[in-house]
Structure formats: structure tokens, C-alpha cells
């Protein structure tokens, strides 16, 4: 299972990359290995701005339904439009291709309740 260290996580396994006042968000390799197939992402909330662990739009995998959850404060300022034709590239590249929106930070100082690595390894038993 890919976890990279230079990235931080949220115990609904999303995933961060803080870079100065912007940061992309996805979810982790262990969460699409958990949903499945994924064949539709919804985002609506490009241009709101919301607070950490609001919901920020959905997943949907052949099994199931997720909600998607921001995992600092900030504006939604980008989806991925690749996602729309062809949302299985969360599956096949999470961390990369598979990446979900980018936000304009709020509050940098919330990135240090996120987990490390190493820490959600730990959550998921790694």
C-alpha cells in the first residue's frame, strides 16, 4: 500500500499537499482500495469556502456512497475536471492523476492536526 511521507492525512482518509497558501486534496490509496470501483465524483462546491471536516462532495464506487471531507479550512478554487469522464483514475493513481480539488488556505495551522505517514499507518494497520 502507497502512503507517501510528504503528505499529510485525515482519519477519513483523505489525503493533503500543503504548498504555501494552496493545497490539493485526494483521497488515499487504502480509501479507493476500500470503495472499490470508482464511477462517479461530485464536487459542487468549487468557489465556497468551508470549514475543516465540512463536506466539500462525494464518491461513488459500484458498492457504495462517501461523502468527501475537507481536511483544513479554505476556498475550493479547482476540481479536477479529468474526473468527470473517467473517475477511475483515483483508483489507478491516487496521489497523482487521481487528485480531487485544490483549496486556497484558510488557516495553515490546522495542517498540524493532521496525521503523518506514519501516524496513519497506524490507523489502517499498515
Do not use: C, R
Not at 468549487?46 to 479554505?74: C, H, N, Q, R, Y
Request: aromatic share 8%; glycine share 8%.
Amino acid at each position: 500500500m502507497n502512503i507517501p511521507e510528504d503528505l499529510k492525512y485525515t482519519k477519513d482518509h483523505e489525503w493533503v499537499k500543503i504548498e504555501g497558501d494552496n493545497a490539493t486534496v485526494g483521497i488515499t490509496d487504502f480509501a479507493q482500495g476500500e470503495l472499490g470501483d470508482i464511477v462517479f465524483v461530485e464536487v459542487d462546491t468549487e468557489g465556497e469556502s468551508l470549514d475543516k471536516e465540512e463536506t466539500f462532495g462525494s464518491i461513488e464506487a459500484v458498492k457504495t456512497v462517501s461523502d468527501l471531507f475537507m481536511p483544513i479550512s479554505g476556498e475550493v478554487t479547482e476540481f479536477n475536471e479529468e474526473l468527470e469522464s473517467t473517475p477511475d483514475i483515483i483508483n489507478k493513481d491516487p496521489y497523482g492523476e487521481g487528485w480531487i480539488v485544490k483549496i486556497k488556505v484558510a488557516d495553515p495551522s490546522e495542517a498540524d492536526d493532521l496525521l503523518s505517514a506514519a501516524e496513519y499507518k497506524e490507523l489502517i494497520g499498515a
